[in-house]
């Protein structure tokens, strides 16, 4: 007997996902650069950044089935999280994160692939270069070729770190063809000097509500496709727990360095996008449906919330009913 299809298996089958998807947010997007500021340039990444997603489910397989839901999910999840004032620097760290998955995936059971692993750290490498703290990834991202595509070798290994470096082969000539040597040093001191840790004097409401959503969806996703693995190929459960990890480790950098949350939220999104539309795609039962439902209610409030509520910072303003 055939099970009938609820309301979140027939979004998650749907070939009108995508574009429906795309099409609304377009509109949110315009109607926000219209009204509110001016956001294009953010708004081109973002549009980047989601046919990157696209790819990367398409070479990679992340659904087994006929799914747009990672792609959807990453949209609707980088515009209700940067709206009304996107990031620029949070973009093109997305955009570069993307990539860099979208490259070393190619590199899986590949110990002589340098090439590949070359093209991948050098989009690392060039994300480092306005944001040099996604250098803290750099262990987990060679424990990541070690572990999951087991593709880690002397010669990717140097690979890796050639990658990262020659992005500043530009910049330094940039830095000393406008004489501004100690900007470059400045700048990889950013490295080395920490800002105080736990400092969450500039934390606004939006942020906690941002990121408190994000982290629902993904422990859920998380869960799930922890519950659920067997049925996918190995490659598959590779990519998906190598997300787990690095989504982990997101979550422990904005922890530890509140300050930096625009950035590492956007890694976040890269990263629980697929796991949450596994969970969407792959359930089906009563339960799921209505979680689903309330997602879709959460995600249009939170969207209202972020344009039209003004930000207010935490501290102060408990501070100030104290």
Known sequence: MLRKKRFQNKVAASRYALPIT??????VWVAVG?????????????????????????????????????????LVLITIASLPHPSLRANIVTLCFIAFYLII??????RQASGWTFYAFFCIGLASTIFIQIL???????????????????RNFLASLIGII??????????????????LLDHFLEFIIYHELFDYSQITDHQVVNIGF??????????????TSYADKIRTRMIYESLIMMNFVALVFIILQPQHDLELGGIMIVNTAPLIAHFITFTKGKLTNIMFIAMLVLIVGILLFNIFVPEINLLSAIQNAE
């Open 105 to 110: 995936w190619n590199t899986y059971q590949e």
């Open 136 to 154: 803290y990834f750099m262990p987990l991202l060679w424990l990541m070729m070690m572990v999951f595509t087991n593709s880690f070798s002397i």
């Open 34 to 74: 219209l009204l509110v500021s001016n956001i294009w340039v953010q708004f081109a990444f973002t549009i980047l950044s989601t046919f990157l997603m696209v790819e990367l489910n398409n070479r990679n397989a992340l659904m087994r089935t006929y799914s747009r839901m990672v792609s959807c999910s990453f």
């Open 22 to 27: 795309a099409t609304l947010a377009t509109l």
């Open 166 to 183: 020659a992005p500043y082969w530009f910049t330094a000539g940039y830095y000393a063809y406008t004489d501004n040597l100690q900007g």
């Open 214 to 227: 994000i982290l629902l969806l993904s422990i859920i996703g998380s869960l799930h496709f922890l519950h």
